[in-house]
């Protein structure tokens, strides 16, 4: 006989046990049950005086006792959120795939669906998963015919029609979802605002262990079924329920997943709603997620005289009679002498084309549990890695599109670069012929060394004159309308205009000086820069002129004394042009004339003048060397006077003229010289804006996303094969 102790605050002593026992006591109220006393007591005590109280209740009421170590375990079967391994309760040999699917969640939600993801993994966590097929009605009358589908396919016709077939048969009254599953009629469920319950004593799914949603199909719009056929796919295996939202009284939807889905039409209103979904329907199930793993089936009901008639070659249409079905089965109930016409209807119908999608997976027919993996649930966990694939590949292409949509096209590219070509060869054409006109001048023919004497200041103004009015002037003018041509055609829609021209880039790195903020700014436009604008100075105690005689105070600009900012100011609110930024073209070459002007016109004036002094002092010299000759002498050596101030007067003239047109001919190849560089370079700047700038790329953020989200998927796909491998063995 066993005795059965009841539960104190504390574990039991074996003493008191022992002195328990021995007394033979009794209680005097009934003892509560191990279940009733979990529920009242907390979930962390509650498990260990369980273990507690089935090890006393063995004890002999007159047996002796032997006390043996009492132990309290707190056990729990929970899993973090963050966990690694999956939970306890997961059978081993899903357990790497259950624990591939998480991580999939966590790493590619933004492209898994998170339902149908849940779906899987509940289906994981158990040795006989329960599937959930979807009877989808289509069109108004579609949850009517959806419910008497239901009802034909799980009534018993050796029994009497029971009280939730005449449910079935009464259209909704709330206009909720109805949610069918195997248990006692007069077993109550509880209250899901998502869903009636309804439990009925079916074998078909006590059977199958199966379970079925029916509601109507909520479609897309048609436009948007044939721009995106999957979009079908997520509505009929992931169809939306309503519910109401308490804060604000309005409807929301839930997306509530299953496994398999059959869409149902009755009717001609039925065929020509289901018209309106072949093709996309089609489209969308003939791969690996629809009809070839068996996810979705379209159960048309027609009228059918004969079993014979003709169906859908590809397997996803099935027609069937509903009504014919019920008359069939009210026939064999109200006489079994009906069989014959019973079976001769059954057949017609139908039917069993359905119940085969429903219950297509094999089961042990001793434990009722599935043979390895359940063929829907590797259908489902399929269906759901290429439905994520999909998505990540749509990512991919919206990304791409977005940046061709942003980026300027090849055309327009090519026609600018034939431009920039064209432009390239007319300026070095350019600078041949205006250099050599500029050479040939006249003003320019007067620094040759026979009139260096008289036009050595002149050296200057000459030189400039040949950079000022002839280097580059065409070149230049042209370029800017080059550049107006490469701002309209938009490449510099998201840089800021044609300011992205950087107008220190043709100068030498030699030449590159740093300015404050650490960006290269080249000297001559450090030097030549425009004073800035700056408000109007105010004046202190000491005045105006006084910020002249301290350090402390920087001095005023020509700007600041001229007062000219607000003539600045008006210029550029009513025309929009600032007149001392500069111009909205390339500067390089401007630039670089500007560094001739202020390096090589000047060094070439100071060499002209140190020729002209060393020829006049050589000249001086040997001239007062004959005269000295001549007066030491007293007069009989003036040959030979006269023949060293000659010899003198012509070696200095003669090296006068080797020096002065060398470095005439170095300043000119100079200035040819930088005019080449200047251009190459030129073209160099505006060739990478035309072959870089607004040119599109994909975010490395978004590649390094997809790719971590495909790792995930190939890992589950490598789970799943193991699973397949482990069930074959």
Not at 126 to 152: E, N
Not at 231 to 254: C, D, K, M, Y
Not at 458 to 487: C, K, N, P, Q, Y
């Amino acid at each position: 006989m066993l005795l059965r102790v009841p539960l104190a605050r504390r574990p039991l002593s074996p003493k008191t046990c022992a002195r328990i026992v021995s007394s033979g006591y009794t209680p005097s109220t009934p003892w509560p049950s191990a279940s009733s006393i979990i529920r009242a007591q907390p979930a962390s005590v509650a498990c260990a005086r369980l273990v507690h109280s089935q090890r006393l209740a063995h004890i002999s009421k007159t047996g002796s006792y032997t006390p043996e170590r009492v132990q309290i375990r707190h056990a729990t079967n929970l899993a973090s959120r963050t966990a690694i391994n999956p939970p306890s309760n997961v059978p081993a040999e899903n357990q790497q795939l259950y624990a591939s699917l998480d991580r999939l969640k966590d790493i590619a939600s933004d492209y898994v669906n998170q339902s149908r993801l849940q779906l899987a993994l509940r289906g994981l966590e158990t040795s006989r998963p329960t599937v959930r097929i979807g009877l989808l009605g289509l069109g108004q009358d579609g949850d009517v015919a959806a419910r008497k589908l239901a009802r034909v396919l799980l009534a018993d016709a050796l029994g009497d029609e029971g009280q939730w077939e005449k449910m079935l048969k009464q259209p909704s009254q709330d206009g909720k979802p109805l949610l069918l599953r195997y248990g006692a009629e007069d077993d109550i469920p509880p209250m899901n605002p998502l869903v009636n319950e309804l439990n009925i004593p079916s074998r078909v799914l006590e059977k199958n262990n199966l379970e079925i949603l029916i509601t109507t199909l909520n479609t897309p719009s048609g436009s948007n079924i044939t721009a995106d056929p999957s979009g079908l796919a997520e509505a009929i295996l992931v169809p939306p329920l309503q519910t109401p939202v308490a804060s604000s009284g309005r409807t929301g939807f839930v997306r509530y997943p299953v496994h398999k889905a059959i869409v149902v039409g009755e009717g001609i209103q039925g065929c020509m709603d289901f018209g309106r979904l072949s093709s996309a329907l089609e489209a969308t199930t003939l791969g690996d997620t629809g009809a070839q793993e068996g996810l979705i089936q379209v159960a048309l009901s027609v009228p059918r005289d004969s079993p014979r008639t003709q169906t859908n070659d590809t397997g996803l249409i099935s027609p069937v009679d509903i009504d014919q079905a019920g008359v069939a089965l009210d026939l064999f109930r109200e006489d079994v002498a009906n069989s014959a016409i019973f079976n001769t209807k059954w057949q017609a119908s139908n039917i069993q084309s359905i119940l085969k999608f429903m219950a297509s997976d094999p089961m042990d027919p001793i434990t009722g549990d599935s043979i390895g993996l359940r063929p829907t649930l590797k259908s489902h966990i399929r269906s759901t890695l290429d439905s994520a694939t999909d998505a990540i590949a749509l990512s991919e292409r919206v990304a791409s599109a977005a940046v061709v949509s942003n980026s300027i096209p090849e055309q327009k590219r090519q026609e600018i670069s034939q431009a920039i070509s064209a432009w390239a060869q007319h300026a070095h054409t350019d600078l041949q012929v205006s250099l050599a006109n500029a050479l040939a001048s006249r003003s320019w023919r007067r620094t040759t060394w026979s009139r260096l004497l008289w036009r050595v200041d002149d050296v200057g103004v000459a030189a400039e004159e040949v950079l000022r009015s002839h280097w580059l002037l065409d070149a230049e003018s042209t370029l800017a309308f080059l550049a107006g041509r490469i701002e309209q055609a938009g490449f510099f829609r998201s840089g800021g205009g044609i300011a992205n021209f950087n107008p220190d880039y043709a100068m030498h790195a030699s030449d590159r000086a740093v300015s404050k903020s650490g960006a290269p700014i080249s000297k001559e436009r450090a030097f030549l820069a425009p004073a800035q604008a700056s408000s109007t100075p105010s004046t202190s105690s000491k005045g105006l002129l006084g910020k002249f005689f301290t350090d402390k105070v920087p001095q005023p600009s020509p700007a600041d004394l001229l007062q000219t900012s607000s003539q600045v100011a008006k210029v550029e609110q009513e025309g929009g042009i600032n007149i001392f930024h500069t111009r909205p073209w390339p500067l390089a070459i401007h630039f670089t004339r500007q560094k001739l002007l202020h390096t090589l016109v000047p060094s070439l004036q100071a060499r002209a003048q140190s020729l002209l002094a060393q020829s006049l002092t050589t000249i001086s010299a040997t001239s007062a060397l004959g005269i000295w000759l001549y007066i030491a002498t007293g007069g009989s050596m003036i040959a030979e006077a006269g023949a060293i101030a000659a010899l003198g007067l012509v070696w200095t003239l003669r090296r006068l003229q080797k020096k002065w047109e060398g470095e005439r001919e170095s300043w000119e190849a100079e200035v040819r010289e930088h005019g080449r560089v200047v251009l190459s370079e030129v073209e160099e700047v505006l060739r990478s804006v035309v072959r870089t700038n607004e040119r599109g790329t994909l975010r490395n953020a978004d590649m390094e996303d997809w790719q971590r989200a495909r790792e995930a998927l190939e890992k589950v796909e490598e789970a799943l094969q193991e699973v397949k491998a482990g069930n074959k063995e």
